[in-house]
Protein backbone atom coordinates (compact mmCIF):
# COMPACT_ATOMS: atom_id res chain seq x y z
CA UNK A 1 0.00 0.00 0.00
CA UNK A 2 2.98 2.32 0.85
CA UNK A 3 4.44 1.45 -2.66
CA UNK A 4 1.02 2.53 -4.70
CA UNK A 5 1.05 5.97 -2.27
CA UNK A 6 4.39 6.75 -4.14
CA UNK A 7 2.35 6.88 -7.46
CA UNK A 8 -0.88 7.89 -6.72
CA UNK A 9 0.15 11.48 -6.15
CA UNK A 10 1.38 11.43 -9.62
CA UNK A 11 -1.76 10.07 -11.09
CA UNK A 12 -3.35 12.80 -8.99
CA UNK A 13 -1.81 15.85 -11.17
CA UNK A 14 -2.57 13.77 -14.02
CA UNK A 15 -6.33 13.71 -13.36
CA UNK A 16 -6.07 17.17 -13.00
CA UNK A 17 -4.90 17.84 -15.77
CA UNK A 18 -7.02 15.28 -17.36
CA UNK A 19 -10.66 16.63 -16.42
CA UNK A 20 -8.66 20.39 -16.55
CA UNK A 21 -8.41 19.78 -20.08
CA UNK A 22 -11.71 17.94 -20.78
CA UNK A 23 -14.03 21.08 -18.87
CA UNK A 24 -12.17 24.15 -20.28
CA UNK A 25 -9.92 22.91 -23.37
CA UNK A 26 -6.80 24.20 -22.94
CA UNK A 27 -4.45 24.83 -25.56
CA UNK A 28 -1.84 22.31 -24.66
CA UNK A 29 0.49 23.60 -27.48
CA UNK A 30 1.25 27.45 -25.59
CA UNK A 31 1.46 25.25 -22.15
CA UNK A 32 3.74 22.67 -23.09
CA UNK A 33 5.96 25.55 -24.79
CA UNK A 34 5.94 27.77 -21.83
CA UNK A 35 7.14 24.37 -20.29
CA UNK A 36 10.03 23.66 -22.65
CA UNK A 37 11.41 27.17 -23.16
CA UNK A 38 10.95 29.10 -20.04
CA UNK A 39 10.77 26.36 -17.19
CA UNK A 40 13.11 23.10 -17.94
CA UNK A 41 16.26 24.78 -18.71
CA UNK A 42 16.01 26.67 -15.30
CA UNK A 43 16.04 22.91 -13.65
CA UNK A 44 18.40 21.44 -15.79
CA UNK A 45 20.77 24.53 -15.35
CA UNK A 46 20.08 24.02 -11.26
CA UNK A 47 21.07 20.35 -11.47
CA UNK A 48 23.89 20.25 -13.29
CA UNK A 49 25.22 23.54 -11.50
CA UNK A 50 24.36 21.93 -7.86
CA UNK A 51 25.90 18.67 -8.18
CA UNK A 52 29.28 17.90 -8.66
CA UNK A 53 30.40 16.01 -11.93
CA UNK A 54 31.85 12.44 -11.83
CA UNK A 55 32.36 9.92 -14.00
CA UNK A 56 28.96 8.30 -13.10
CA UNK A 57 27.43 10.90 -15.62
CA UNK A 58 29.21 9.06 -18.21
CA UNK A 59 28.15 5.67 -17.14
CA UNK A 60 24.10 6.68 -16.77
CA UNK A 61 24.93 8.01 -20.36
CA UNK A 62 26.31 5.11 -21.76
CA UNK A 63 23.99 3.12 -20.34
CA UNK A 64 20.92 4.57 -21.31
CA UNK A 65 22.61 4.46 -24.65
CA UNK A 66 22.84 0.46 -24.45
CA UNK A 67 19.54 0.02 -23.45
CA UNK A 68 17.87 2.36 -26.04
CA UNK A 69 20.01 0.21 -28.99
CA UNK A 70 18.73 -3.04 -27.44
CA UNK A 71 15.68 -2.33 -27.22
CA UNK A 72 15.48 -1.18 -30.41
CA UNK A 73 16.94 -4.52 -32.12
CA UNK A 74 14.43 -6.46 -29.80
CA UNK A 75 11.91 -4.65 -31.31
CA UNK A 76 12.92 -4.74 -34.80
CA UNK A 77 13.06 -8.40 -34.39
CA UNK A 78 10.13 -8.93 -33.18
CA UNK A 79 8.33 -6.66 -35.56
CA UNK A 80 10.05 -9.05 -37.96
CA UNK A 81 8.31 -12.25 -36.30
CA UNK A 82 4.99 -9.98 -36.72
CA UNK A 83 5.77 -9.54 -40.16
CA UNK A 84 5.01 -5.37 -39.03
CA UNK A 85 5.22 -2.37 -41.93
CA UNK A 86 7.62 -0.07 -42.18
CA UNK A 87 5.67 2.43 -40.68
CA UNK A 88 4.05 0.14 -37.59
CA UNK A 89 7.68 -0.92 -37.18
CA UNK A 90 8.08 2.95 -36.60
CA UNK A 91 5.56 3.83 -34.48
CA UNK A 92 6.57 0.30 -32.26
CA UNK A 93 9.93 1.69 -32.00
CA UNK A 94 8.81 4.91 -30.87
CA UNK A 95 6.70 3.82 -28.33
CA UNK A 96 9.51 0.82 -27.32
CA UNK A 97 12.46 2.49 -27.17
CA UNK A 98 11.65 5.80 -25.24
CA UNK A 99 10.60 5.72 -21.35
CA UNK A 100 8.14 9.14 -20.24
CA UNK A 101 11.32 10.05 -18.11
CA UNK A 102 10.38 13.55 -17.50
CA UNK A 103 6.64 14.24 -17.37
CA UNK A 104 6.31 10.99 -15.09
CA UNK A 105 9.61 9.47 -14.18
CA UNK A 106 11.39 12.38 -12.49
CA UNK A 107 8.24 13.26 -9.99
CA UNK A 108 7.90 9.52 -9.19
CA UNK A 109 12.08 9.64 -8.56
CA UNK A 110 11.14 12.44 -6.32
CA UNK A 111 8.44 11.08 -4.44
CA UNK A 112 10.13 7.62 -4.16
CA UNK A 113 13.88 8.84 -3.56
CA UNK A 114 13.53 12.10 -2.45
CA UNK A 115 15.71 15.05 -4.00
CA UNK A 116 18.68 13.04 -4.65
CA UNK A 117 16.58 10.28 -6.55
CA UNK A 118 15.41 13.43 -8.38
CA UNK A 119 18.44 14.66 -9.32
CA UNK A 120 19.66 11.87 -10.93
CA UNK A 121 16.69 11.38 -12.59
CA UNK A 122 16.83 15.17 -14.29
CA UNK A 123 20.29 14.24 -14.84
CA UNK A 124 18.92 10.76 -16.79
CA UNK A 125 15.84 13.19 -18.46
CA UNK A 126 18.26 15.00 -19.88
CA UNK A 127 20.17 12.32 -22.13
CA UNK A 128 16.44 10.77 -23.01
CA UNK A 129 15.46 14.16 -24.20
CA UNK A 130 19.07 14.33 -26.40
CA UNK A 131 18.52 10.43 -27.64
CA UNK A 132 14.21 11.55 -28.88
CA UNK A 133 15.33 14.39 -30.34
CA UNK A 134 18.17 12.14 -32.60
CA UNK A 135 17.93 8.33 -32.60
CA UNK A 136 13.77 9.39 -32.36
CA UNK A 137 13.71 11.13 -35.10
CA UNK A 138 15.45 9.24 -37.65
CA UNK A 139 13.15 6.48 -36.69
CA UNK A 140 10.17 8.70 -37.04
CA UNK A 141 11.50 9.37 -40.62
CA UNK A 142 11.60 6.24 -41.30
CA UNK A 143 8.20 5.03 -41.15
CA UNK A 144 6.92 8.45 -42.97
CA UNK A 145 7.34 9.93 -46.09
CA UNK A 146 8.71 12.86 -45.34
CA UNK A 147 12.84 12.64 -45.42
CA UNK A 148 15.25 13.96 -42.95
CA UNK A 149 18.90 14.89 -43.11
CA UNK A 150 21.41 14.45 -40.72
CA UNK A 151 21.47 18.52 -40.55
CA UNK A 152 18.05 18.68 -39.98
CA UNK A 153 18.22 16.25 -36.67
CA UNK A 154 21.07 18.38 -35.81
CA UNK A 155 19.19 21.45 -35.83
CA UNK A 156 16.52 19.63 -33.25
CA UNK A 157 18.91 19.12 -31.03
CA UNK A 158 20.17 22.39 -30.61
CA UNK A 159 16.63 23.94 -30.89
CA UNK A 160 16.94 22.02 -27.55
CA UNK A 161 16.32 24.79 -24.64
CA UNK A 162 17.71 21.95 -21.78
CA UNK A 163 20.68 21.44 -23.88
CA UNK A 164 21.78 25.26 -23.09
CA UNK A 165 20.68 24.54 -19.38
CA UNK A 166 23.09 21.41 -19.19
CA UNK A 167 25.95 23.27 -20.80
CA UNK A 168 25.63 26.83 -18.62
CA UNK A 169 25.24 25.02 -15.38
CA UNK A 170 28.43 22.43 -15.98
CA UNK A 171 30.26 25.34 -17.55
CA UNK A 172 30.03 27.44 -14.21
CA UNK A 173 30.36 24.87 -12.07
CA UNK A 174 34.22 24.24 -13.85
CA UNK A 175 34.94 27.36 -13.83
CA UNK A 176 33.80 27.92 -10.27
CA UNK A 177 31.14 30.57 -10.25
CA UNK A 178 29.18 30.96 -7.32
CA UNK A 179 25.70 32.86 -7.77
CA UNK A 180 24.25 34.84 -4.76
CA UNK A 181 21.85 32.15 -2.65
CA UNK A 182 18.51 35.08 -3.87
CA UNK A 183 19.54 34.49 -7.31
CA UNK A 184 19.73 30.29 -7.23
CA UNK A 185 16.38 30.69 -4.74
CA UNK A 186 14.95 32.35 -7.97
CA UNK A 187 16.08 29.46 -10.23
CA UNK A 188 15.15 27.02 -8.57
CA UNK A 189 11.33 28.20 -8.00
CA UNK A 190 10.96 28.34 -11.90
CA UNK A 191 12.80 24.76 -12.09
CA UNK A 192 10.51 23.18 -9.29
CA UNK A 193 7.63 24.84 -10.88
CA UNK A 194 8.09 22.99 -13.96
CA UNK A 195 7.51 19.59 -12.40
CA UNK A 196 3.79 20.26 -11.45
CA UNK A 197 3.16 21.37 -15.14
CA UNK A 198 4.63 18.93 -17.29
CA UNK A 199 2.87 16.26 -14.97
CA UNK A 200 -0.87 18.72 -15.84
CA UNK A 201 0.27 18.71 -19.72
CA UNK A 202 0.51 14.68 -19.57
CA UNK A 203 -2.88 14.27 -18.20
CA UNK A 204 -4.19 16.96 -20.95
CA UNK A 205 -2.00 15.15 -23.74
CA UNK A 206 -4.01 11.68 -22.06
CA UNK A 207 -7.49 13.92 -22.23
CA UNK A 208 -7.29 14.56 -26.02
CA UNK A 209 -6.49 10.35 -27.06
CA UNK A 210 -9.29 9.11 -28.75
CA UNK A 211 -9.63 5.46 -28.77
CA UNK A 212 -9.53 3.56 -32.29
CA UNK A 213 -9.70 0.20 -33.56
CA UNK A 214 -6.00 -1.24 -33.92
CA UNK A 215 -4.45 -5.01 -34.14
CA UNK A 216 -3.51 -6.18 -30.54
CA UNK A 217 -0.29 -7.73 -31.69
CA UNK A 218 1.15 -3.87 -32.08
CA UNK A 219 -0.42 -2.40 -28.88
CA UNK A 220 0.71 -6.27 -27.15
CA UNK A 221 4.46 -5.36 -29.01
CA UNK A 222 5.09 -1.74 -27.20
CA UNK A 223 3.56 -2.79 -23.89
CA UNK A 224 5.40 -5.85 -23.25
CA UNK A 225 8.73 -4.50 -24.33
CA UNK A 226 8.26 -1.25 -22.57
CA UNK A 227 6.77 -2.34 -19.26
CA UNK A 228 8.57 -5.49 -18.61
CA UNK A 229 11.25 -5.96 -21.30
CA UNK A 230 12.47 -2.83 -20.40
CA UNK A 231 13.19 -3.00 -16.94
CA UNK A 232 14.35 -6.47 -16.89
CA UNK A 233 17.18 -5.93 -19.56
CA UNK A 234 17.91 -2.28 -16.54
CA UNK A 235 18.51 -4.56 -13.58
CA UNK A 236 20.65 -6.53 -16.07
CA UNK A 237 22.53 -3.64 -17.13
CA UNK A 238 23.02 -1.78 -13.98
CA UNK A 239 25.00 -4.89 -12.31
CA UNK A 240 27.47 -3.70 -14.18
CA UNK A 241 27.57 -0.30 -13.68
CA UNK A 242 29.97 0.85 -11.43
CA UNK A 243 28.25 3.58 -9.84
CA UNK A 244 25.95 4.14 -6.58
CA UNK A 245 23.03 1.72 -5.45
CA UNK A 246 20.68 5.17 -5.65
CA UNK A 247 21.49 5.98 -9.31
CA UNK A 248 20.63 1.92 -10.32
CA UNK A 249 17.49 2.45 -8.63
CA UNK A 250 16.37 5.22 -10.34
CA UNK A 251 17.90 4.17 -13.60
CA UNK A 252 15.39 0.50 -13.03
CA UNK A 253 12.29 2.99 -12.11
CA UNK A 254 12.83 5.64 -15.24
CA UNK A 255 13.21 2.07 -17.94
CA UNK A 256 10.30 0.89 -16.24
CA UNK A 257 8.73 4.23 -17.31
CA UNK A 258 5.44 4.23 -19.74
CA UNK A 259 5.74 5.82 -23.05
CA UNK A 260 7.13 8.64 -23.22
CA UNK A 261 4.76 11.39 -24.19
CA UNK A 262 6.92 13.65 -26.40
CA UNK A 263 6.66 10.11 -29.19
CA UNK A 264 3.51 11.26 -29.59
CA UNK A 265 4.54 14.50 -30.98
CA UNK A 266 7.08 12.92 -33.29
CA UNK A 267 4.39 10.34 -34.34
CA UNK A 268 2.02 13.44 -35.16
CA UNK A 269 4.70 15.41 -37.03
CA UNK A 270 5.87 12.91 -39.12
CA UNK A 271 2.37 10.66 -39.51
CA UNK A 272 3.56 7.53 -38.14
CA UNK A 273 0.16 6.24 -36.93
CA UNK A 274 0.12 8.79 -34.34
CA UNK A 275 -3.60 7.24 -33.38
CA UNK A 276 -1.74 4.02 -32.05
CA UNK A 277 1.32 5.60 -30.78
CA UNK A 278 -1.08 8.04 -28.80
CA UNK A 279 -3.70 5.26 -27.50
CA UNK A 280 -0.50 3.18 -26.44
CA UNK A 281 0.57 5.98 -24.18
CA UNK A 282 -2.26 5.84 -22.49
CA UNK A 283 -2.62 2.35 -21.90
CA UNK A 284 1.10 2.01 -20.85
CA UNK A 285 0.33 4.96 -18.34
CA UNK A 286 -2.61 3.52 -17.03
CA UNK A 287 -0.93 0.35 -16.76
CA UNK A 288 2.26 1.62 -14.86
CA UNK A 289 -0.39 2.23 -11.81
CA UNK A 290 0.46 -1.37 -11.07
CA UNK A 291 3.53 -2.22 -12.55
CA UNK A 292 5.50 0.74 -10.82
CA UNK A 293 4.56 -0.23 -7.59
CA UNK A 294 5.80 -3.25 -8.23
CA UNK A 295 9.31 -2.16 -9.62
CA UNK A 296 9.67 0.22 -6.30
CA UNK A 297 9.12 -3.30 -4.55
CA UNK A 298 11.24 -5.31 -6.17
CA UNK A 299 14.02 -2.69 -5.94
CA UNK A 300 13.45 -2.06 -2.13
Not at 39 to 64: A, G, K, Q, V, W
Request: aromatic share 12%; hydrophobic share 55%; charged share 10%.
Amino acid sequence: MDLLLIVLPAFLIFGTGFIGQKLFQFHIKSISTMSLYLMLPFLTFDTFYSNELNIEYFYMFLFTFILAIILLAITVIWGFFIKADKSHLSAMLLGTVFPNSGNYGAPVALFAFGTAGFDYAVILMVIHAFIINTLGIFIASFGSEKSTRARDALINVLKMPVLYGFLLGVLMQLTNVKLPETIMDGIGMVGDASIPTVMLILGMQLAEIKSSHFALKYINTMTVIRMVISPILAVFLVSFMPVNDLIKNVYILLAAMPIAANTTMLAVQFNVKPDLTSFTTLVTTLLSLITIPLTLYFIG
